[in-house]
């Protein structure tokens, strides 16, 4: 880092997110925004050309299964056991409002 990050810094940006800070919670965001930096700098001062991009770093392909038509509940059955149920699908309450 050219600069480190001074108090002035964390009210600054404190203040854009519209957040109160303390005296001690500034002296606390200060040392740790600046370890971040810090840790920021040394991951962009690392020497990655040779690196090939890569999306994972084990060599995975599908490892998903394959879709399987298997056995399934009957429709009736299962409704039949609900505690509410109308025309073919379970009846739950409402819960963003007034019912329509």
Not at 12 to 21: I, M, T, W
Not at 33 to 59: C, G
């Amino acid at each position: 880092m050219t600069a480190r990050i001074t108090p002035d810094d964390v009210v600054h940006v404190a203040r854009l997110a519209r957040l109160a800070l303390t005296d001690d919670e500034v002296a606390t965001f200060t040392s740790q925004l600046a370890a971040v930096l810090d840790h920021a700098a040394d991951v962009e001062a690392l020497q990655i050309d040779d690196v090939s991009p890569m999306i994972h770093p084990w060599p995975l392909r599908n490892v998903l299964r394959p879709d399987e038509v298997g056995a399934t509940l009957d429709r009736d059955e299962v409704l039949a056991q609900a505690p509410a149920a109308d025309e073919g699908q379970f009846r739950v309450p409402a819960i963003l409002g007034d019912e329509p």
